[in-house]
């Protein structure tokens, strides 16, 4: 029988109290509006309109590959005044449609510039960990996998509704404090070539009266309760060439517990979200980045505590760390460069480790009009990855055409694997304003 997770008062009361030792050293450095704030206030427009035109490749009979073509439009509004902003990100993609609101509205923020302390309040995304789009200490915000892996990464990140505080100290010492009020889970898709097998698994074990849509609501009701919030805290700084920061993130794992036996009793009673669950995690997070020998090096480390402390429970993660460790390098040969990261995970109940290793060579040609690209995605203890070739071209300032393939390869029930049968090679053309 599992045991309710509350917020022990110790932790919220240490939260509370580093935010009360620092506050009162940047209230005398607080400066309020003024007459006028309005003077020199601007109104800036910009955005981006492109077409991706996708092939599902068939490699039997190449006619019969599957081909898509969608239009997207972004578009960013942004107010500045002399203490103030205000931004609105908004975007439509064809390929996704909009059935909610983060389907429009990529980012909605205020923020509030004082001396030393910045406040931020809105649905925004921020991003923690110092490594080149792979990280393990980034969990403020869910991740979109509609589209699988996909898109690059912040495009994979999904906004959320927050407040954030940024406490300046010195020069170059920063320490942000951000409250979440709700949970969101990841967002997966539902049907699609790109479903994971953990979503067909739990489809093909509902029950006959239950469809997987009213799960998919049921979850993220359940993610939208008092006891769900999330506090994060993280100080970051610079100190003899070294850029690091310590966090520590009082949260849930974003993947939810559902039991198909509950959710049948629950839809008898008419409540799904009381089926649903989350694990609670504690995430302590140390990150670093340098230069040493012309190599730009970044690094993390997680050490992610559950409520398992006897990993004895199989529906609750056991305690484990995570790390990220890379670097890239320009070669001396015209602009190669070469990046080379792993992301590795060990199980401290169950000794198991897994890694991801992650290299890309770019090189730009013409004077970077022209940007051809090569990544390798592979994990060795599963044996199953992805490569990924690109090169883009600058036709003009404001407009660029990309081409670009992804390939999986790998068992069936590996993460990459899995969508050995969805190679694609896709065409984008986008047009900045």
Same mark, same amino acid.
């Given at each position: ?195 994971? %097998? *953990?979503?067909?698994?739990?489809? $093909? +074990? =509902?029950?006959?009266?239950? !469809?997987?849509?009213?799960?998919? @609501? &049921? /979850? ?33 794992? %974003? *993947?939810?517990?559902?039991?198909? $036996? +509950? =959710?049948?009793?629950?839809? !008898?009673?008419?409540?799904?979200? @009381? &089926? /649903? ?157």
């Amino acid at each position: 029988m599992r045991t309710k997770f509350s917020l022990r008062p110790t932790v919220l009361a240490a939260l509370l109290a580093a935010a009360a030792l620092t506050l009162p050293a940047a209230a005398g450095a607080l400066s309020f509006f003024e007459d006028d704030e309005q003077a020199g206030a601007a109104l800036r427009h910009s955005g981006a309109l492109g077409l991706v035109t996708r092939g599902l490749l068939d490699y039997q009979d190449v006619p019969q590959s599957r081909l898509s073509a969608d239009s997207y439009l972004e578009t960013e509004l942004r107010f500045e005044a002399q203490s103030s902003e205000a931004v609105g990100r908004l975007t439509f993609d064809s390929r996704t449609g909009v059935s909610e609101f983060r389907d429009l509205v990529d980012e909605a923020y205020l923020r509030l510039f004082y001396d030393r302390v910045w406040l931020q309040v809105g649905y925004f995304k921020t991003t923690w960990g110092k490594g080149d789009d792979i990280h393990v200490v980034d969990v403020l915000n869910p991740i979109d996998y509609r589209d699988f892996v996909n898109p690059d990464y912040i495009d994979r990140k999904l906004a959320e509704a927050m407040i954030k505080l940024d406490i300046y100290a010195g020069r170059q010492g920063r320490l942000e404090l951000v409250w979440v009020p709700v949970l969101t889970p990841d967002l997966v898709p539902l049907d699609g070539p790109w479903v994971p %097998r *953990e979503v067909r698994a739990l489809q $093909a +074990a =509902l029950e006959p009266e239950l !469809d997987a849509a009213d799960v998919y @609501d &049921a /979850v993220h009701e359940a993610g939208r309760r008092l006891d769900r919030g999330q506090l994060g805290a993280r100080y970051s700084g610079t100190a003899r060439g070294v850029d690091f920061g310590a966090l520590y993130y009082f949260g849930f794992y %974003r *993947e939810p517990v559902i039991d198909p $036996a +509950a =959710l049948t009793q629950a839809d !008898d009673s008419g409540s799904l979200a @009381d &089926a /649903v669950g989350f694990n609670r995690l504690h995430l302590f997070g140390l990150e670093a980045a340098t230069v040493a020998a012309g190599i730009n090096l970044r690094a993390e480390l997680a050490y992610l505590m559950s409520e398992d402390f006897a990993a004895d429970d199989p529906d609750i993660p056991n305690h484990s760390l995570a790390y990220v460790l890379g670097g890239d390098r320009n070669l001396g040969l015209s602009n190669l460069n070469l990046n080379l990261q792993t992301r590795g995970e060990v199980d401290l109940g169950d000794p198991d480790t897994h890694h991801t290793l992650v290299a890309t060579l770019s090189h730009s040609l013409r004077n970077d009009r022209i940007r051809p690209e090569f990544s390798a995605i592979h994990n060795p203890e599963d044996g199953d990855g992805a490569l990924r070739p690109t090169i883009e071209f600058l036709l003009r300032d404001d407009a660029r055409l990309r081409l670009r393939g992804s390939f999986f390869y790998g068992d069936r029930d590996t993460m990459f694997g899995q969508f050995r049968d969805t190679d694609f090679a896709e065409l984008e053309f986008r047009y900045a304003f």
